[in-house]
């Protein structure tokens, strides 16, 4: 599509969002531009696209039932096609994520306590549940009553999937062979942290964890060999003086490893932080603002030179100029309608 980059929008389907919703990034206006739905579906906040740019996965929600349902992708125009659904009792994932040969998805499921794991047919299609783990475990928070899965997803080398429990305070490494998770590690962060999401450096073996309940980044070693982690340093995502309600929500890594992005829900900001080279540890440049309530989530252009945030509450996007120098950013667009939107991709190009 030459300067013009098709986007996905996932979202609540509580008041008017219709289901996931695509977009253009415009390079040469710097704008996004033709938000429209592009499948109606119940619930899919969390997406995930192929790295082939055929698929894609959505959480979702089928009456009393939860679980994935998959998309074939038309590269030009970025319309999706349903190819099936699967779903299991209970509520549906929060967080879902495919292999880069498109052979598996995993789903993590903040109610349930599970990661489920499903293999995919040639044509993209899911299979029945191949595997699910169940957790258990508790925190000292007050939304730490049970284990509160909030991530699962594949290690650069996919040799692992790591799972990340917010409600019990654990990074849980599972090794992953043809679907089937067994778990080899367990990391346990700050008791009342509440780690949500991670981002692998793509070239040093060190991984940033962003936790909701503390607002934090954690920087960990990462142990390519047995998928274990070490803290190496914490630092906080929020001002020190900010005493309102604040969860912290997505984290995401630029592609040259230079720069670590975070975001605030409630003080509805993008933290962002350098890399140091050496250590791989963080320091802070700068607090945007979101302009728009409770950024849910955000996503790097393919360029690198945009970015885009979510923001739920106001049912908006907002679109950055990012220095890829300094790593800043610069809002440029502020009102885009989109009606619940939580989570925010790009096709690969």
């Known amino acids: 599509m ?57 959480v979702s929600k089928d009456g009393e039932k939860g679980g994935v349902t998959s998309f074939a992708i038309d590269r030009e125009t970025g319309n999706l096609t349903k190819l099936n659904s699967r779903s299991t009792a209970g509520s549906p994932p929060c967080h879902v994520s495919i ?44 939304r730490q009553e049970k284990p509160h899965m909030h991530y699962a997803g594949f290690t650069p080398d996919e040799k692992f999937v790591i799972a990340i429990d917010l409600g019990s305070d654990n990074i849980i490494t599972y090794k992953a062979e043809e679907g089937k998770l067994t778990k080899v590690h ?64 997505a984290i995401h890594i630029s592609k040259d490893g230079k720069f670590v992005y975070v975001a605030n829900r409630g003080h509805n900001s993008i933290a962002v932080f350098a890399i140091n080279d050496e250590s791989g540890e963080l320091t802070l440049i700068e607090w945007v603002s979101t302009e728009g309530d409770w950024p849910r989530d955000f996503v ?32 440029l667009q502020t009102d885009v309608v989109a009606p619940e939107a939580v989570c925010v991709k790009f096709l690969n190009y």
């Open 99 to 142: 292999k880069s040969d498109n052979s598996n998805v995993v789903t993590a499921n903040y109610h349930t306590k599970k990661v489920e794991s499903y293999l995919t047919n040639p044509d993209g299609s899911l299979q029945t549940l191949t595997d699910v783990v169940e957790h258990d475990g508790s925190g000292p928070h007050e």
């Open 2 to 58: 030459g300067n013009q980059f098709i986007g996905y929008v996932g979202t609540y389907t509580k008041q008017e969002s219709e289901g996931v919703y695509k977009f253009v990034l415009d390079i040469d206006q710097a704008s996004i531009v033709n938000v429209s739905p592009a499948a109606e579906l119940d619930n899919p906040t969390y997406l995930t696209v192929s790295n082939d740019n055929k698929y894609l996965y959505a």
């Open 186 to 249: 367990t990391f346990q962060t700050k008791p009342g942290s509440g780690p949500r999401h991670i981002a692998f450096h793509p070239s040093a073996n060190i991984a940033y964890v962003m936790t909701e309940l503390s607002s934090e980044v954690i920087v960990l070693s990462y142990n390519r060999s047995d998928g274990s982690f070490t803290e190496k340093q914490t630092i906080k995502a929020i001002p020190s003086d900010y005493d309102e309600t604040n969860d912290g929500s």
């Open 300 to 331: 790097l252009d393919p360029t690198g030179k945009f970015l885009v945030a979510s923001n739920q509450k106001s049912g908006t996007l907002t679109l950055y100029q990012r220095d890829e120098q300094t790593g800043r950013l610069t809002a």
